[in-house]
């Protein structure tokens, strides 16, 4: 299982980007999907999930100016991103949780994104 994220690069304070993450490989079904960012020197954080029926959850942060959604059809969960500030710079990783068929039954597994690089300047 592959999570591929795109979108990621430079954007002025109030401006928006959007990310995208998709999923690829043996996959059964997919369960929560989420996006985490760590900027230097801090923790890696939640910035934002979504469960497999759609509910929502923001970091405080973000709420009003980040939303998240999915495809499921194309195994894809999006970042829209809006009135960027410099504070939003960081390293923004896709996580899922992700069923996959064992010789036994499925088991989930937690799968991150390789991390895309979101910089805003002031």
């Known amino acids: 299982v592959q999570l591929v994220e795109s979108g990621g690069g430079l954007a002025q304070a109030g401006g928006s980007l959007r990310l995208s993450c998709a999923a690829s490989?043996?996959?059964?079904?997919?369960?929560?999907m989420g996006w985490y960012r760590q900027a230097p020197g801090k923790q890696r954080e939640l910035v934002a999930a979504?469960?497999?029926?759609?509910?929502?959850n923001y970091a405080d942060s973000v709420k009003g100016r980040f939303s998240i959604s999915r495809d499921n059809a194309k195994k894809t969960v999006y970042l829209q991103m809006n009135s960027l500030a410099p504070e939003d710079t960081a390293v923004y990783y896709c996580?899922?949780?992700?069923?996959?068929?064992?010789?036994?039954?499925?088991?989930?597994?937690?799968?991150w994104g390789q991390g895309t690089q979101v910089t805003v300047s002031s």
């Open positions: 996580h899922a949780v992700i069923s996959t068929v064992m010789s036994w039954g499925t088991r989930a597994f937690d799968h």
């Open positions: 490989g043996s996959i059964f079904s997919i369960n929560a």
């Open positions: 979504i469960s497999s029926g759609g509910t929502t």
